[in-house]
């Protein structure tokens, strides 16, 4: 496992998936919410450091969001949360999924991190440590997905580093699972983009798990001719909230138009 996620902090398909986040959030059911992240990464990116600088993906991302004068309302809850973590100065640290969740808990609520690598984990203890609600773990996220409670309202975020050639058929495995354990539980996956096969291709699979109806949007960041490069990102969300759809679409398009080239935007329902 090499992947590290603080090369990508605050990139374009960071930008997709927390601001999207957020806006799940924003629309949560009234009652206590169990929260899972499978793959939570460390929880709390220094842009400065020598991984961000070198990839220069967060200045070509966060960067160009927070001094843009055109962003759509639904970026706005993300752009003030990274604004405060700055304390409204120079964009230094990036929030990782853990510390977005954390922030957005009501009493009731309960939130598990889950990250696989040792290093990430002892950091992402440390950005969640005092938190009421919160608790982390040093396990694999796909497997603990099972520990979702029953009953009640829950969200389950999946965001692997799709390293591993199983990666999606673990997730497939694991909407198969969250669905059959809490029928109530919302879904939502980041993926990648390269090829339309493997994309559809998983779509596909979802569906026949018994995932859907499903919600999906697309980021994709310019033509889709070499599939061997990350093209684009997509969320697909299962029993996503109502409303989602107009919110998604705005945050992929400005995404698309202002940080991508010659790409598209796409927001539709599969099943
Ligand atoms: C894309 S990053 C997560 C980013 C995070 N969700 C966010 O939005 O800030 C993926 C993380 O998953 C971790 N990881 C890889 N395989 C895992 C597994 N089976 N279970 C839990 N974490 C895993 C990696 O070490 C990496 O930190």
Known sequence: MNYRHAFHAGNFADLVKHAALLQVLARRPAGPLSIIDTHAGRGLYDLGGPEAQRSGEAAAGIG???????????????????SRLNGGGETRLYPGSPLLIAEALRPGDSYLA?????????????????????????????ARAADLPC???????????????????????????????????????????????????????????GAGPLLVAEARMR??????????????????????????????????QALGDRGQARVWRAG
């Open 64 to 82: 160009q969001l927070m001094r843009a004068s055109d962003l759509p309302e639904p970026f706005a809850p993300l752009r003030v949360a990274v």
């Open 114 to 142: 889950c990250e696989l690598r040792p290093e990430e984990h002892s950091a992402l203890a440390g950005a969640m440590k005092g938190r009421a609600g919160v608790k982390t773990a040093c396990a694999d996220g796909f």
């Open 151 to 209: 009953e009640g309202e829950a969200l389950v975020l999946i965001d692997p580093p799709f390293e591993r050639a199983d990666d999606y058929a673990r997730i497939v495995e694991t909407l198969g699972a969250i669905g059959r354990r809490n029928p109530r539980a919302q879904v939502m996956v980041w993926l990648p983009i390269k090829d339309l096969e493997t994309f559809d291709g998983f779509v596909r699979d979802a569906e026949d798990v």
């Open 223 to 256: 033509p889709l001719a070499d599939p061997l490069k990350m093209n684009g990102c997509a969320l697909v969300f299962a029993r996503p909230a109502d409303g989602l759809d107009g919110v998604l679409d705005a945050i992929c398009a400005w995404t698309v």
